[in-house]
Nanobody
Framework: QVQLVESGGGTVQAGGSLRLSCATS????????MGWYRQAPGKQRELVAT???????NYAGSVKDRFTISRDNAQNTVYLQMNSLKPEDTAVYYC??????????????WGQGTQVTVSS
């Protein structure tokens, strides 16, 4: 069984920073793409950033130049450094991983979500 566990959410004032972490555990052979999505109340889940196993990153236009995604391949952990936070960044942030399990299955997994609230 594979688990993704996020941490680092919270409440911060506009202009502040937060760092999210997502650790994977379980029967994992290899991790391909990892990333972060978010969902604000009444809105659809949207991509924030993804990063390949080789370190190639992709960002939503709304967070580019403010957020930085990184990963530790040895620990199968992904991070999201969020700077210059805005009230519109308020959402539940979900960790995502596409990985291959030890029994050869290639599947997508999601974390349980962590709340980020930015006050004005």
């Amino acid at each position: 069984q594979v688990q993704l566990v996020e941490s680092g959410g919270g409440t911060v004032q506009a202009g502040g920073s937060l760092r999210l972490s997502c650790a994977t555990s379980g029967s994992i052979f290899s991790v391909n793409v990892m990333g972060w999505y978010r969902q604000a109340p009444g809105k659809q889940r949207e991509l924030v950033a993804t990063i390949s196993s080789g370190g190639s990153a992709n960002y939503a236009g709304s967070v580019k130049d403010r957020f930085t995604i990184s990963r530790d391949n040895a620990q199968n952990t992904v991070y999201l450094q969020m700077n210059s936070l805005k009230p519109e960044d308020t959402a539940v942030y979900y960790c995502y991983a596409n990985l291959q399990t030890r029994i050869g299955l290639n599947q997508n997994y999601w974390g349980q979500g962590t709340q980020v609230t930015v006050s004005s």
